[in-house]
């Protein structure tokens, strides 16, 4: 069985891939756990020059990783050679980063005894991972697995399997038969994973395919990070770069990612400023120039769905600017919404597409009730001259995340995760290498050996 891939540029037909089933599931689950063995056993260091291997091979294939890349998410060229060359940086950082021993150290606990904790791997994985950033949400997921020592299945999202594919063919050579497959498929494959002879379940997508994940894993290690609705907290005196930045963040990936910039909250003196200055850089903004098309066709629908039903009292919208032989893909403009009530589809759900409400706030307390009042609690920004005030607000804010004067702004070295409904893990920087590990206490007495 196959699935047909489409072009969301164009909306046309792109090629297929394999619709994996049981028979496909359970043979790479076999194969992660043949492999296993071999891989837990490596040293760190071991581990580490096969990873290093792999960001070199990746390294030259760039510009096919970026090709393939593209063809599932239609994103501009220079968006999508920068993720490519943030992928590779990531392996790098966690193949060192295992190599860094970090666990507690326990002496003297008990007399006569010496005890520590040994950091052990998992198992095989199961990584699930969705179209948004389909290589770089890969290599979040499989970079600090593989460097712990575990092995891994990858279950690319369905209308993004390009770079996966790439990948494991590359891990194949670099790291081992079997240390990372790539199963591609739909959903139903994806739930036959998650139920499989895997040890643990990495997923990335949405807070409906997280709850799934949960209710299908039973015991099983589940590490999530699902959807976000994040707040944009401007205060009075907020530098003026604010606007152009909170849009330019909005309108990146097409406001595809779980940490976008989504509900803007300004208070009440500055409301009519903010509106008129959000207004002016979202129109300036235009799909098919600036920024890229939705993923698929019901992307597409929710936005075309919380659009028209939305209550807001004004909207303002971009332009799309794409060649006549484009002009029937997932291409949707900005848009700015104002004036809505709080129960408004587009800030109570995540639209995931180039969309900032903007709410009004009569203080700052009401501001930071505003921003705590959504379920999901990913990232958030505060914008601000006086940082004393902007880093008292991060406080009080309920977000994994929060930025101040930025957002957006993400590094390997610094954990991402949620809170709610957006999650329970954490990926990138040292704290994501206990996502898939498990301690294990050595306790020996130092009399009485034989």
Same mark, same amino acid.
């Given at each position: ?33 043949? *492999? +296993? ?15 290093? =291997?792999? =960001? ?9 990783? *970026? ?12 968006? /999508?050679?920068?993720?490519?060359? !943030? ?29 520590? &904790? ?23 997921? +499989?970079?600090? =697995? ?6 891994? &299945? ?29 199963? @591609? ?12 002879? /895997?040890?643990? $379940? ?29 707040? $944009? ?28 910039? %989504? ?13 008129? !200055? ?6 300036? #903004? @235009? ?28 909207? /303002? ?24 009530? !709080? ?23 009401? %501001? $930071? ?39 957006? /702004? ?33 306790? *020996?007495?130092? #009399?009485? %050996?034989?």
């Amino acid at each position: 069985m196959t699935l047909v891939l489409l072009d969301p540029r164009t909306g046309r037909r792109r090629g297929e891939s394999v619709l994996s089933r049981e028979p496909e599931v359970a043979g790479a689950v076999r194969a992660s756990r043949s *492999a +296993l063995g071999v891989w837990r056993s490596l040293t760190p260091r071991a581990r580490a020059e096969r990873l290093s =291997a792999l =960001a070199d091979a990746i390294g030259s294939r760039t510009e096919q990783f *970026a090709t393939s890349e593209r063809a599932g998410t239609g994103k501009p060229v220079a968006e /999508v050679a920068d993720e490519v060359g !943030q992928a590779i940086d990531l392996i790098r950082f966690y193949a060192q980063a295992a190599r860094t021993e970090l666990s507690p150290a326990a002496g003297g606990l008990l007399d006569g005894h010496e005890s520590w &904790v040994r950091w052990e791997p998992i198992g095989v994985v199961g990584v699930i991972v969705p179209w948004n950033y389909p290589l770089m949400m890969a290599v979040w997921r +499989l970079a600090p =697995a593989l460097a712990t020592g575990n092995t891994v &299945v990858l279950k690319p999202a369905e209308s993004t399997p390009d770079t996966a594919l790439l990948l494991a063919e590359l891990a194949d050579r670099t790291l081992g038969s079997g240390v990372l497959t790539a199963l @591609t498929g739909d959903r139903t494959t994806g739930q036959l994973l998650v139920e499989s002879d /895997v040890d643990a $379940v990495a997923f990335t997508g949405s807070v409906r395919g997280g709850t799934d994940v949960v209710a299908r894993a039973g015991l099983k290690r589940t590490s999530l990070e699902l959807g976000g609705n994040c707040p $944009v907290v401007v205060l009075a005196d907020a530098p003026e770069h604010t606007w152009t930045d909170v849009v330019a963040a909005s309108v990146y990936n097409a406001g595809q990612s779980c940490a976008a910039p %989504a509900r803007v909250i300004v208070l009440d003196e500055h409301y009519d400023k903010a509106v008129e !200055q959000l207004s002016a850089a979202m129109a300036a #903004q @235009t799909a098919g120039v600036d920024f890229g098309p939705l993923n698929n066709a019901d992307q597409a629908a929710q936005y075309d769905r919380i659009l028209s039903t939305t209550c807001a009292k004004r909207v /303002v919208r971009g332009r799309v600017d794409v060649p006549a032989a484009e002009r029937d893909g997932f291409w949707r403009p900005t848009a700015l919404l104002a004036g809505l009530p !709080q129960d408004d589809p587009a800030i109570t759900e995540e639209v995931f597409a180039p969309v900032l409400t903007v709410q009004r706030a009569d203080s700052v307390e009401h %501001a $930071v009730e505003l921003a705590n009042s959504m379920p999901q609690a990913l990232a958030a920004s505060v914008w601000s001259r006086d940082l004393a005030s902007a880093l008292t607000l991060t406080r009080r804010i309920d977000a994994g995340e929060v930025w101040v004067n930025c957002h957006l /702004v993400q590094t390997a070295e610094v954990p991402h995760g949620g809170r709610g409904d957006s999650g329970h893990g954490t990926d990138l920087s040292v704290l994501a290498l206990r996502e898939y590990t498990r301690p294990k206490t050595i306790t *020996a007495a130092l #009399q009485g %050996a034989r």
